[in-house]
């Protein structure tokens, strides 16, 4: 554990300060006396507003005395002993907070402690910190049936009811101790809860129905008679908690600690004669300035975060000329701090452990506690559901219930009733009076800005929503107030066993086999041969399991009427120009245009470390993975089993992958680079060619992009050579930076860099992204640049690329995978958006991504990947609906690629191939 910066008032003060200048202040000089007038006494400023510059100014210091300050811009702190002319260091020092150490011939001020951090956390309690719905489960689980009849009924169950040394603990876990009150809806008048009140209240768990109706404006709006009643209702109060001070601990391991201010483990030699040189520091202002003038005067590279660039300080004494290695211990002193060491460079920052890598390292950690929760609460789950899963929870409040005969005639597990729709005539007679009646509430409902009432649909669906509600009750106010911070998901409440949930679904799968067999196209082979020519380019991506197969593909895409041919020539990080000698000389004179394809950062299960990429705690993508596998055992077998249902039926069923199944490769490994660059004009220069396809061109985290799943895909991009880059560029490490989208319960990151007066922290974590991706394209651009530097001019058509996220929902939305045509270099590769631009003031969501392709790219091709053999009925399956609008006029695809290059059969196109054959 390594410490740093703590103190809000000094670090407040670090950005605001003024300007200090690098001498002695001028306030330390005494007045020029005028003749025949009164010397005015020359005094400080009043105590309250009296800042360090001026207390070292008037203080007793030894004239050879040399102090180095931070913040001299900081006042005096409230309440604390006013500092008067003539006080000592040290009465100043206690005065202001601040603590001392000797570097040489300089004196430097640091704040009295540090912050040391827990950059290991483990031996977690998983019971620590448990969110109060997951001990309401554990809770409830235990309860016999008196008590859950109590608990489901009436006023509800208080801890007098309870039975066992564990439920009282519970009790108490999940309710006291967390600083409730109670504020008026309409009048905000707060009450406070005291643990005694909390300690006599009783809790009824109970389902709460709401009634939703949509607007006539707008199909998509509704509001719930819920959330209406609240709103009508003068007299409702909110429960709460109050905000309190951060917890500094996070699943019962210690996150962080005050210590004693003391100068930091370094990596940083200060005995090296680089340093003995002297630095002249006169009319230097800021940290940013010093570091510059040390890096010049010792030509050593040594860059301050640029967090802490603007942050002021002052020299007082006799010179200002000072050697390097006592101003750099010094300013490290000052604001708790120390050099890390990125490969040849140093860079002030907070610890030798990046606070970004603590971050992940905390993140990490607080998952590996989440699925061991999962354990405990499962089984409890599982267990009501066992007991109490046949019925509804009884219904609580004014909202109107599904009754039981509709609950039954919906067939559906528990666990799935949230929101529920049905038409206005097999709703009850009191279900209708109620909607009707919540429709003309909606009248009375206040709306911003003078808005128009709500209008409701009637003639429409009537949205039932049912979910399990806590309700609260104290012995001083009877009246139950909700709280929905105690309420569990019916899901997590209704667990089911994994046995019936496999059971379920392999009953799904045999209603989705029998609907796939009654929707099978006995004619799929003739529409087939009627749609394909409305595309231009069809092409077939597969790789050779031995290049004797070229021929029989071949055959096969002729049968099939597709007419290029992507071969996969560049993967595991070799090229195979075989492959595409054996394509073209198939293909000769048979109409099929050849494309090699290249893996560019993937490159299958083992590189050489200086070609690998890294994430931020230093492991390779498959390293990386294990978290996840190790974390998920039981889920990874529960999918296995999954699958091997989805198998015996027969269906075309796949699981979206899941974190990383290669290794990539850093753009910043010169070894990775040279070897895709020759790879890549190798592959140009074969003959018989019609151009070349490059995929997996970019990394997760070399954008802003967050990847669908942080757990699946940690980001990559911190090699040496990249952190190296970086830091010369902007005056970042970046494993100083928080890695975008990461939420956890832990305060990893110092104050100095997460407070809102440091300028923009998340403006500082966006610029690492950026820069990885300039990066990225520049590779692309640099084997670009060679192809075309030995390719004679006209005979390669411009390289095709393929932005390929691995994620969820390419596999949802096949339309997120596309190729498309570089056409310039000047421009940036095709690239896919998937995110909302939340940059704009008004966040939307990005075009769709055939108009994406249309706008980036001249060729556009869109992707479909089947997951097994496909014959001629699942070929039309995956091609009929977009074949169907570019045959209409109605779409701007130029064509499609069917890959198959994840099938290691020889030939997997020749069952549909055969069908072909033999259909008419």
Not at 133 to 139: S, T
Request: glycine share 6%; with cysteine.
């Amino acid at each position: 554990m390594r410490p740093h910066l703590p103190l809000l008032t000094l670090t407040m003060a670090l950005i605001a300060s003024a300007p200090a200048t690098a001498q002695s202040p001028p306030g330390a000089l005494p007045p020029v006396a005028t003749p025949g007038v009164p010397a005015t006494p020359t005094a400080p400023p009043v105590a309250p507003r009296l800042r360090l510059r001026e207390a070292l100014a008037f203080a007793k210091i030894a004239p050879t005395d040399t102090i180095f300050a931070i913040a001299p811009g900081q006042h005096i702190p409230t309440g604390a002993v006013p500092s008067v002319p003539g006080d000592s260091l040290t009465q100043v020092m206690t005065a202001f907070g601040r603590s001392k150490a000797e570097f040489g011939s300089l004196i430097a001020l640091g704040p009295l402690t540090m912050t040391e951090f827990n950059d290991a956390p483990s031996d977690a309690d998983i019971y620590a910190g448990m969110d109060p719905r997951q001990i309401l489960v554990l809770l409830a689980a235990s309860l016999d049936q008196d008590q859950w009849t109590k608990l489901t009924t009436g006023r509800g169950i208080a801890d007098v009811d309870l039975t066992t040394n564990e439920q009282h603990a519970m009790w108490s876990a999940m309710l006291l101790h967390k600083n409730y009150e109670t504020v008026g809806r309409v009048t905000h008048e707060v009450h406070e809860i005291s643990d005694q009140e909390m300690q006599g209240a009783h809790l009824r768990l109970g389902s709460e129905w709401s009634m939703m109706l949509t607007s006539l404006k707008s199909d998509s709006s509704s509001i719930s008679s819920g959330s209406l009643a609240e709103i009508l209702d003068p007299a409702y109060r909110d429960i709460m908690t109050r905000s309190s001070p951060a917890d500094k601990t996070a699943l019962s391991a210690s996150v962080r600690r005050e210590i004693p201010n003391n100068p930091k483990t370094s990596d940083l030699d200060f005995t090296g004669k680089a340093l003995n040189a002297t630095v002249d520091i006169t009319g230097l202002n800021t940290v940013g300035q010093l570091i510059d003038r040390i890096r010049q005067a010792t030509r050593m590279e040594i860059y301050a975060d640029q967090r802490y660039e603007q942050i002021s300080f002052m020299v007082t004494g006799p010179t200002s000329v000072l050697k390097a290695r006592d101003l750099l211990r010094a300013l490290a002193f000052g604001i708790a701090s120390t050099y890390r060491g990125v490969g040849p460079a140093y860079v002030l920052t907070a610890d030798l452990t990046g606070a970004g890598m603590r971050t992940q390292t905390w993140w990490e950690y607080e998952q590996d506690v989440e699925k061991l929760r999962a354990k405990p609460l499962t089984a409890a789950s599982e267990k009501i559901h066992k007991l109490h899963g046949d019925t509804v929870l009884p219904a609580f409040g004014d909202g109107v219930p599904l009754t039981d005969e509709q609950i039954k005639a919906l067939g559906q597990p528990i666990e799935n009733l949230n929101l529920v729709s049905l038409p206005m005539g097999k709703l009850t007679p009191s279900q209708q009076a109620a909607a009707k009646q919540l429709a003309a509430d909606l009248k009375r409902e206040p709306r911003y800005g003078g808005q128009a009432p709500y209008q409701a649909n009637l003639a429409g669906d009537v949205i039932f929503g049912g979910s399990p509600m806590v309700w609260i009750t104290f012995p001083s106010d009877l009246r139950p107030l909700k709280m929905g911070m105690l309420a569990p998901s019916q899901y997590d409440l209704y667990h089911q066993s994994l046995e019936t949930e496999m059971a379920n679904i392999s009953q799904e799968f045999t209603h989705d086999k029998a609907d796939q067999d009654a929707k099978r196209d006995p004619n799929a082979a003739a529409h087939l041969k009627t749609l394909l020519p409305a595309a231009p380019r069809r092409a077939l991506l597969c790789r050779l399991q031995s290049p004797q197969d070229a021929g029989a593909v071949v055959t096969s895409m002729m049968r099939l009427g597709l007419n290029e041919l992507w071969v996969a020539a560049f993967y595991d990080g070799e090229a195979h120009p075989e492959s595409v000698k054996a394509a073209v000389h198939a293909a000769a004179g048979k109409g099929i245009a050849i494309y090699p394809v290249m893996d560019v950062l993937k490159w299958g299960q083992s590189a050489p470390d200086a070609a690998k990429d890294w994430t931020i705690l230093g492991e390779d993508s498959l390293q990386s993975n294990l978290h996840w596998r190790r974390r998920n055992e039981d889920d990874i077998a529960s999918m296995n089993r999954v699958l091997e249902i989805a198998k015996k039926f027969g269906l075309d069923f796949s699981m979206p992958e899941m974190g990383y199944q290669e290794i990539f490769v850093s753009p910043f490994s010169r070894e990775a680079a040279t070897r895709l660059t020759t790879a890549a004009k190798s592959l140009a220069a074969q003959p018989g060619i019609a151009g070349l396809v490059w995929r997996t061109t970019e990394a997760p985290g070399y954008n802003r992009q967050r990847p669908d799943d942080l757990e699946f895909f940690s980001r990559l991009g911190y090699t040496l050579p990249a952190r190296l880059a970086f830091l010369r560029k902007a005056h970042l490490d970046p494993i100083d930076l928080k890695p975008l989208d990461l939420n956890l319960q832990a305060q990893t990151i110092p104050e100095v860099w997460s407070q809102g007066y440091v300028a923009n922290n998340s403006a500082f974590e966006k610029q690492w992204p950026d820069f990885l991706n300039d990066a990225n394209i520049q590779l692309l651009r640099a084997m670009r640049a060679a192809i075309d530097h030995e390719t004679p001019a006209g005979r390669l058509p411009q390289p095709i690329l393929l932005r390929k996220r691995p994620d969820y929902t390419s596999s949802l939305h096949p339309d997120l995978e596309w190729y498309g045509s570089w056409d310039s270099s000047a421009l940036p590769p095709p690239f896919l958006l998937t995110d909302q631009n939340y940059d704009d003031p008004i966040p939307k969501a990005p075009p769709t991504a055939a108009e994406q392709a249309r706008a980036q790219s001249k060729d556009t091709l869109f992707t479909v990947t089947p997951s097994n053999i496909p014959d001629d009925a699942k070929l039309i399956e995956l091609l009929k609906d977009r074949l169907t609008e570019m045959a209409n006029g109605k779409s701007a695809w130029r064509g499609f690629v069917l890959d198959v290059s994840q099938l290691k059969e020889s030939n997997p196109i020749d069952k549909a191939a055969n069908e072909f054959l033999k259909k008419p």
